[in-house]
């Protein structure tokens, strides 16, 4: 098993910037690919953003190509997402999600790759 404990949402203007964090235990960090993903209702779960195992290969979706950044630090079993120039459209609840797979990126883009989810992060971007 593996718990996920995402942090660092809230609100802020459009244009700023927010730094979400991503705890995980009970497995060895360094041999999970970790993902990003965001939720808003009536949509389906949109991929934003995936990291290999040893922070050496990521993957963005369309949504976060030049304005987020993902990445980790094994030593403190965390990944982040370095969100900039926020805008409305980016307001969703933010969900790190994990799985132990050795897999190229692109594997993780769908909701069915990852075995272990977090309970998500709230972030309001205000017009």
């Known amino acids: 098993q593996v718990q996920l404990v995402e942090s660092g949402g809230g609100l802020v203007q459009a244009g700023g910037s927010l730094r979400l964090s991503c705890v995980a235990s009970?497995?060895?960090?360094?041999?999970?690919?970790m993902g990003w993903f965001r939720h808003t209702p009536g949509k389906e779960r949109e991929f934003v953003s995936v990291?290999?195992?040893?922070?050496?290969?990521?993957y963005y979706g369309d949504s976060a190509k030049g304005r987020f950044t993902i990445f980790r630090d094994n030593a403190i079993n965390t990944v982040f997402l370095q969100m900039s120039n926020l805008k409305p459209e980016d307001t969703a609840v933010y969900y790190c999600?994990?799985?132990?797979?050795?897999?190229?990126?692109?594997?993780?883009?769908?909701?069915?790759?990852?075995?272990?989810w977090g309970q998500g992060t709230q972030v309001t971007v205000s017009s």
């Open positions: 999600a994990a799985d132990p797979r050795a897999a190229s990126t692109t594997d993780f883009v769908g909701i069915n790759g990852y075995e272990y």
């Open positions: 009970g497995r060895t960090f360094s041999r999970l690919a």
């Open positions: 990291i290999n195992w040893s922070g050496h290969s990521t």
